[in-house]
T-cell receptor
Framework: DGGITQSPKYLFRKEGQNVTLSCEQNLNHDAMYWYRQDPGQGLRLIYYSQIVNDFQKGDIAEGYSVSREKKESFPLTVTSAQKNPTAFYLC????????????FGPGTRLTVL | SQQGEEDPQALSIQEGENATMNCSYKTSINNLQWYRQNSGRGLVHLILIRSNEREKHSGRLRVTLDTSKKSSSLLITASRAADTASYFCATPPQETSGSRLTFGEGTQLTVNP
C-alpha cells in the first residue's frame, strides 16, 4: 500500500447524498484507476486516467464521476444516481512505460444507510 | 463475462501443502499477472509472466502460462497460514495494453495451521 493513500477507510452515507472518496499518490505515476469490489467478487473498473486533465470511463461508470486536476490526486465522487453504492472501493496507480503492473491503495469501504 | 476466470473459487489446505490455482482468459495478451488480496486490504502484485514465457518462479511461487490454451496456473509451495488470502489473475488485452487490466473473480485460499 505504500505511496498510495485512500481516505477515509470507512465511510457511511445516507441515501440521496453524494460522497467523494480520496486517492493520493506520491509515486509519481502517470496513470490512476478506480475499482469497485463487491463481497466475494473480483474488481470492476469504474474510471481511469492516464494523464492529468484526462480520464476515461471503465466498465461501470454510471453514477460515478472523477477529476484529475493534479498528477497526485484522483478523487472519485459517488453520486445519488448510483443505485447500489455499498462496496469496497480501490484506487490503483501505474507508471507509464514498463509493465502493466498496478499498485493499490488500502481501499475505502462505503456503506449506504 | 470476465476476461480472467479463476478456478477453483475456494481452496482449503493444510500448512505445508502446495496450493494450485488456475486462470483462464479469452483474448490475446501481452502478459498475465497474479495479485494477492488479504481480507479488507488492497491488492499486492505477486508476479508477471510475459506471453513469450512458459514458466516463472519467485520464491515459493511458480507461474505457468499456456497461450495455446489461454490459461495460467499459480502454484504456492510449502504453504503457510500467512498465505491465506484471495488470489486474482489479471490481464491487459493486447489492444489496450498499457492502459487497463481485467481481473478475474479470484480464488479464496485458506491455509489451516
Amino acid at each position: 500500500d505504500g505511496g498510495i493513500t485512500q481516505s477515509p477507510k470507512y465511510l457511511f452515507r445516507k441515501e440521496g447524498q453524494n460522497v467523494t472518496l480520496s486517492c493520493e499518490q506520491n509515486l509519481n505515476h502517470d496513470a490512476m484507476y478506480w475499482y469497485r469490489q463487491d463481497p466475494g467478487q473480483g474488481l470492476r473498473l469504474i474510471y481511469y486516467s492516464q494523464i492529468v486533465n484526462d480520464f476515461q470511463k471503465g466498465d461501470i461508470a454510471e453514477g460515478y464521476s472523477v477529476s484529475r486536476e493534479k498528477k497526485e490526486s484522483f478523487p472519485l465522487t459517488v453520486t445519488s444516481a448510483q443505485k447500489n453504492p455499498t462496496a469496497f472501493y480501490l484506487c490503483a496507480t501505474r507508471t507509464s512505460g514498463g509493465t502493466d503492473t498496478q499498485y493499490f491503495g488500502p481501499g475505502t469501504r462505503l456503506t449506504v444507510l | 463475462s470476465q476476461q480472467g476466470e479463476e478456478d477453483p473459487q475456494a481452496l482449503s489446505i493444510q500448512e505445508g501443502e502446495n496450493a494450485t490455482m488456475n486462470c483462464s482468459y479469452k483474448t490475446s495478451i501481452n502478459n498475465l499477472q497474479w495479485y494477492r488480496q488479504n481480507s479488507g486490504r488492497g491488492l499486492v502484485h505477486l508476479i508477471l509472466i510475459r506471453s513469450n514465457e512458459r514458466e516463472k518462479h519467485s520464491g515459493r511461487l511458480r507461474v505457468t502460462l499456456d497461450t495455446s490454451k489461454k490459461s495460467s496456473s499459480l502454484l504456492i509451495t510449502a504453504s503457510r497460514a500467512a498465505d491465506t488470502a484471495s488470489y486474482f489473475c489479471a490481464t491487459p488485452p493486447q489492444e489496450t495494453s498499457g492502459s487497463r487490466l481485467t481481473f478475474g473473480e479470484g480464488t479464496q485460499l485458506t491455509v489451516n495451521p
